[in-house]
């Protein structure tokens, strides 16, 4: 026999090498960690809480209460207890100003087969008026019930809110976006996922690299300012509400546009199979949409 492996029994002669002679904690993936630590921080407020939280790789969970009081939950999850101790947790208080920052020193990486083997959830309450500022290296984000400023991030998780309301700012590298009845302006973004939001709209700019984007526009809906949304390669829907107004500039590079129970006054152009310009309404600030290869579907809410 050959000493020599082929291409393919090589992956797995390398696996059972790590399995063998590596170290003797050995985990497939961040869910399966054997350690489960929790640290509870509390903070008192006397008015509007400003948050900044922030984790290396973990989910976010934002709920609220009537307590005048932000708490934070951390999961330290480690597949040994040593290693969720080297899970540095950072928090100060400001008067509302509040900031908990939990981080992993570079030299506390621990990686099996590719995944990281520790991470950090946060789980936090606070009042429903609140500005919340939450980033996830690798993780989702959940929040539901916050009126403020709302700014959400993840390098590579999904995002999903719930009544929310104020000035939202959403963004994942790579995961889906789901907004559900939410109120104020609008900016979300996803590098790759879909986007699908929904409620009382003023401004909005929404953006898919690579996937579906749908914004259902209730009634009391308007063009504070102009409306964008784009997506290089999926379809796009948008739903509005009777008494919607604006200048619709709607355009795709390679599919078509399907209107249902939408006029459009003001035509400037041709309209094109694939290109649509108009009044909505009684007009307003311009609603562009576009997509690089997708239908655009518009239709009455």
């Given at each position: 026999?050959?000493?020599?492996?082929?291409?393919?029994?090589?992956p797995a002669?390398?696996a059972?090498?790590v399995?063998?002679?590596?170290?003797?904690?050995v985990?497939i993936?961040a869910?399966?960690?054997?350690?489960?630590?929790?640290?509870?921080?509390?903070?008192?407020?006397?008015?509007?809480?400003d948050v900044?939280?922030?984790?290396?790789d973990?989910?976010?969970?934002?709920?609220t209460s009537?307590r005048?009081?932000v708490?934070?939950?951390?999961?330290?999850?480690?597949?040994t207890?040593?290693a969720?101790?080297?899970i540095?947790?950072?928090a100060?208080?400001?008067?509302?100003?509040i900031?908990?920052?939990?981080r992993?020193p570079?030299?506390?990486?621990?990686?099996?087969?590719?995944?990281?083997?520790?991470?950090?959830?946060l789980?936090?309450?606070?009042p429903?008026?609140a500005?919340?500022?939450?980033?996830?290296?690798?993780?989702?984000?959940?929040?539901?019930r916050?009126?403020?400023?709302?700014?959400l991030?993840s390098?590579?998780?999904?995002?999903?809110?719930?009544?929310?309301?104020?000035?939202?700012?959403?963004?994942t590298g790579?995961?889906?976006?789901?907004?559900?009845?939410?109120?104020?302006?609008l900016?979300?973004?996803?590098?790759?996922?879909?986007?699908?939001?929904?409620?009382?709209?003023?401004?909005v700019?929404?953006?898919?690299?690579?996937?579906?984007?749908?914004?259902?526009?209730a009634?009391?809906?308007?063009?504070?300012?102009?409306?964008?949304?784009?997506?290089?390669?999926?379809s796009?829907?948008?739903?509005?509400?009777?008494?919607?107004?604006?200048?619709?500039d709607a355009?795709?590079?390679?599919?078509?546009?399907?209107?249902?129970?939408v006029?459009l006054?003001?035509?400037?152009?041709?309209?094109?199979?694939?290109?649509?310009?108009?009044?909505?309404?009684g007009?307003?600030?311009t609603?562009r949409?576009?997509t690089?290869d997708?239908?655009?579907t518009?239709?009455?809410?």
């Open positions: 026999m050959s000493s020599l492996l082929s291409a393919r029994s090589f002669a390398v059972l090498a399995l063998v002679t590596g170290p003797a904690c985990v993936g869910d399966q960690a054997r350690v489960v630590e929790t640290v509870d921080k509390h903070f008192a407020v006397t008015g509007k809480p900044t939280l922030s984790t290396f973990g989910a976010i969970e934002v709920r009537d005048p009081e708490s934070v939950t951390i999961e330290k999850r480690a597949f207890k040593e969720a101790s080297r540095d947790v950072h100060e208080q400001n008067g509302n100003h900031v908990v920052d939990v992993l570079k030299s506390a990486h621990v990686f099996a087969f590719g995944f990281s083997s520790t991470s950090a959830k789980i936090v309450t606070l429903p008026a500005d919340v500022h939450a980033t996830s290296g690798d993780g989702s984000i959940d929040i539901e916050v009126n403020g400023v709302l700014d991030r390098g590579d998780g999904s995002i999903h809110g719930r009544d929310l309301a104020g000035t939202m700012t959403v963004h790579d995961g889906s976006i789901r907004l559900e009845r939410v109120n104020g302006s900016d979300a973004d996803t590098g790759d996922g879909s986007v699908n939001a929904e409620g009382t709209l003023k401004s700019r929404v953006r898919s690299g690579d996937g579906s984007v749908t914004v259902k526009a009634a009391g809906s308007t063009t504070d300012d102009d409306w964008t949304i784009t997506t290089g390669d999926g796009v829907t948008l739903e509005i509400p009777d008494a919607f107004g604006g200048e619709l355009h795709t590079g390679d599919g078509h546009i399907t209107m249902h129970d006029t006054s003001n035509v400037s152009g041709q309209i094109a199979r694939n290109t649509v310009r108009g009044r909505l309404g007009g307003g600030h609603v949409v576009r690089g997708g239908s655009i518009l239709r009455r809410e």
